[in-house]
């Protein structure tokens, strides 16, 4: 099932567990301006809150994956004085990393082009960032005198290092994919005559997982980045019951005893 209005900035295609969460701005590189942007979260949460969705792909329509704010719309606010400058990251930026970061499933980058600024810093959220050969990276936001936003300060330290991502946000530049995989932001780099069928395999077989089990992962790796080990423990031990009174640990644990492949139902 594919959203009708295939004109809207964001598009959003289901198929066999799998919610495609398309960027469709080709001529502008899909980039941010504001309606893009509360597209983008009303079909986040719109999947997060969807069962069915068992796992979620972010990508872009065309030669870019999202080149982050749309810099021509920006001009114009800036020109009105406009207030959404200074509340876009409230609004729009923050709520679409912590959906990327926390639904109860796993969410693939399928970076199919470049990504820069916020754009690069939505697929550092995500759990897999599976990287067209010809995709590459760029932390643009000092080029144009700006922090940095949408959680890149939080994420990219954790890929690559602390000293890296200084780097990388201080003198920006375009990481090409092979880098991205030496450093760790890339999960995988994959030929660009390949890369759908891959991103979609890998799609398919975390839909046809323990999604229960993956949400409850996702928690556990973001909670214990900024807590105690004692907190994470006992965040852990609750994680562990509630999956443990899931159908799909029954249907694993049987499995296992039969000698035989579970099927998840993500129940």
């Excluded at 009174?245 to 000698?259: G, M, N, S, W, Y």
Aim: net charge negative; glycine share 8%; with cysteine.
């Amino acid at each position: 099932m594919t959203d009708a209005a295939t004109d809207q900035p964001v598009v959003v295609e289901y198929a066999e567990g799998v919610a495609t969460v398309r960027l469709n701005r080709p001529d502008a590189m899909n980039s941010l301006d504001i309606a893009t942007k509360e597209a983008l979260l009303a079909a986040l949460q719109r999947v997060a809150a969807d069962p069915e969705a068992r796992c979620v792909v972010l990508t872009g329509t065309g030669r870019a994956f999202c080149v982050g704010q749309d810099l021509k719309e920006h001009v114009g606010l800036l020109a009105e004085g406009s207030e959404s400058l200074f509340t876009t990251v409230a609004e729009h930026y923050n709520p679409i990393v912590e959906l990327l970061s926390t639904m109860d499933k796993p969410v693939i980058a399928a970076v199919n082009g470049v990504a820069a600024g916020a754009g690069a810093a939505f697929t550092f959220a995500c759990d897999l960032r599976l990287v067209s050969d010809a995709a590459g990276f760029n932390l643009a936001f000092a080029g144009i005198a700006l922090s940095s936003d949408s959680g890149s300060s939080f994420w990219l330290p954790r890929l690559v290092g602390v000293a890296k991502a200084k780097e990388l946000l201080l003198m920006p530049r375009t990481v090409k994919a092979d880098e991205a995989l030496q450093l760790g932001i890339a999960t995988r780099v994959i030929p660009a005559g390949e890369f759908a069928a891959e991103v979609a395999q890998t799609a398919r077989t975390l839909a046809a997982g323990p999604t229960r089990a993956y949400g409850a992962i996702r928690r556990a790796v973001e909670y214990s980045a900024t807590h105690t080990l004692a907190e994470s423990l006992a965040h852990e031990g609750q994680l562990m019951n509630d999956t443990g009174a899931t159908a799909d640990h029954k249907a694993a644990v049987d499995a296992f005893l039969a000698k035989e492949q579970p099927v998840f139902t993500g129940r």
